[in-house]
């Protein structure tokens, strides 16, 4: 596709369930990035990836959360018993490179009850 | 680690009117991105800064990277309503922090007709 793409774009849960968020990014992108935006927040960094190097998990909130890109192409966010506070959206990015423009999908919608 | 710290958090100004942002990095940055979200959205590249002291302008916007590439401003002259959004520096770090992005927390920037 032409643009970074996300699903579910809304997902709702219940308290305790675990969730996975697909990102497929841009063809030929070598870097992917997660990030959380809180109601009305900025965007928390959450887990990068960059090729075939050891992804950069400092952002990860609690062990809760994983994330892994199979064949160096979509990623998969996963949530384990997800809580309240998960709530937010879920925004993926992807560059070509290290140093070049992010590009942003369009965001998941987390809400758990 | 990396902080980026923007400011204000909101503005609100008059259509005609001008705009600044500021964001401060408590380490020396490699590079640093703008970006604009408007309501509903996800976030949008506006531009990149890599060289101390660089300025670059866009139209009506003016981007300017400090000498000691820790600060960054971005400065809207003559406010539009278009110009509404939310609009975020990225720092990217560099060393073992390269490729990293720090997002600042945003700053709201309503435009009154």
């Known amino acids: 596709g032409a643009g970074v793409s996300q699903s579910p774009s809304n997902k709702v849960t219940e308290k305790g369930k675990d969730v996975e968020l697909r990102c497929d990014p841009i063809?030929?992108?070598?870097?992917l990035y997660w990030y959380r935006q809180s109601l009305g927040q900025g965007l928390e960094f959450l887990i990068y990836f960059q090729g075939n190097s050891a992804p950069d998990k400092s952002g990860l909130p609690s062990d809760r959360f994983s994330a892994e890109r199979t064949g160096g192409s979509v990623s998969t966010l996963t949530i384990q018993r997800t809580q309240q506070e998960d709530s937010a959206v879920y925004l993926c990015a992807s560059r070509l490179g290290a140093s070049d423009t992010q590009y942003f999908g369009p965001g998941t919608r987390l809400t758990v009850l | 680690g990396q902080q980026v710290m923007q400011i204000p958090q909101y503005q609100h100004v008059q259509e005609g009117e001008d705009f600044t942002t500021y964001c401060n990095s408590s380490?020396?940055?490699?590079?640093i991105q703008w970006y604009k979200q408007r309501p509903g959205g996800h976030p949008v590249f506006l531009i990149q800064l890599v060289k101390s002291g660089e300025v670059k302008k866009q139209k009506r916007l003016t981007f300017q990277f400090g000498e000691a590439k820790k600060n960054s401003s971005l400065h809207i002259t003559a406010t539009q309503t278009t110009d509404v959004g939310t609009y975020f520096c990225?720092?990217?770090?560099?060393?073992?922090?390269?490729?990293?992005?720090?997002f600042g927390q945003g700053t709201i920037l309503t435009v009154h007709p």
């Open positions: 380490t020396t940055l490699s590079n």
């Open positions: 063809s030929g992108h070598t870097a």
């Open positions: 990225a720092g990217q770090g560099s060393g073992t922090s390269y490729g990293k992005l720090t």
